[in-house]
């Protein structure tokens, strides 16, 4: 199997983290979302996420640059991998594209998970939470396997607060100014295949991997 470079973008709830940690379990490519390696550099205390931390504290979004060194730091000695949700905009993206450049790398593929507002209300809207251990569920893709149980803390899920019509309405919009212009980005350099979102999580997988033919 050649190096696999991915990207995956689309809405909340499109399925894009199902999708990149099956990849991860079947094939090894690795999965990586920004919330984790923000939330691993923290917790190792490196350089970088000291810094990114100064940020996060003050309640302030994690400025581009540093988002996208924390990246090349996970991604400079691996072979497969999946950016999940990352870059947001495009001035990630051309950051990206830099890095790429200078690690002698570039990206396979590029992924658009088209999923209808309907369905990523829908899906949203199911989303529950441990208050324990903070798994997330969701009602409707990826269920507890007793009913609104957390399988590992046997309590009572709840739903987040900003898991509400209102609020989900809100990210759908924020979500779709910052994306067009990524969508037209990638477009233009015709590395984008389009993924029916709406489907269920099985049948998307079967059609990505008939995309990246492994
Ligand atoms: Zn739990």
């Not at 581009?64 to 000695?77: A, F, P, T």
């Not at 999940?84 to 992924?111: S, Y």
């Not at 949203?124 to 798994?135: E, G, I, Q, S, Y």
């Not at 989900?168 to 233009?188: A, G």
Request: net charge negative; with cysteine; proline share 4%.
């Amino acid at each position: 199997m050649e190096g696999l470079r991915l990207v995956f973008l689309g809405p909340p709830g499109a399925g894009k983290g199902t999708q990149a940690a099956k990849l991860q379990e079947s094939f090894g490519i690795v999965k990586i979302s920004t919330g984790d390696i923000l939330r691993e550099a923290v917790s190792l205390g490196t350089t970088l996420g000291e810094v990114a931390k100064l940020y996060m504290d003050r309640g302030e979004l994690v400025p581009d640059d540093i988002i996208i060194g924390l990246v090349r730091e996970k991604i400079v000695n691996l072979r497969d991998f999946t950016l999940d949700g990352f870059p947001r905009n495009v001035n990630q993206a051309e950051g990206l594209d830099r890095l790429l450049e200078v690690l002698g790398k570039k990206l396979t593929h590029v992924f658009y998970f088209e999923v209808s507002d309907a369905e990523v209300k829908r899906r949203l809207l199911a989303r529950r939470v441990c208050p324990k251990c903070n798994k997330v569920y969701n009602m409707i893709t990826d269920p507890p396997s007793k009913d609104e149980i957390c399988d590992i803390c046997k309590i009572s899920l709840v739903t987040r607060a900003d898991d509400n019509e209102e609020t989900v309405e809100n990210r759908l919009k924020v979500y779709y100014e910052q994306t067009l212009p990524l969508l037209e980005y990638y477009e233009e350099r015709g590395t984008i295949t389009r993924i029916d979102g709406n489907k269920m999580p099985d049948e998307v997988y079967h059609n990505l991997l008939e995309v990246l033919k492994i």
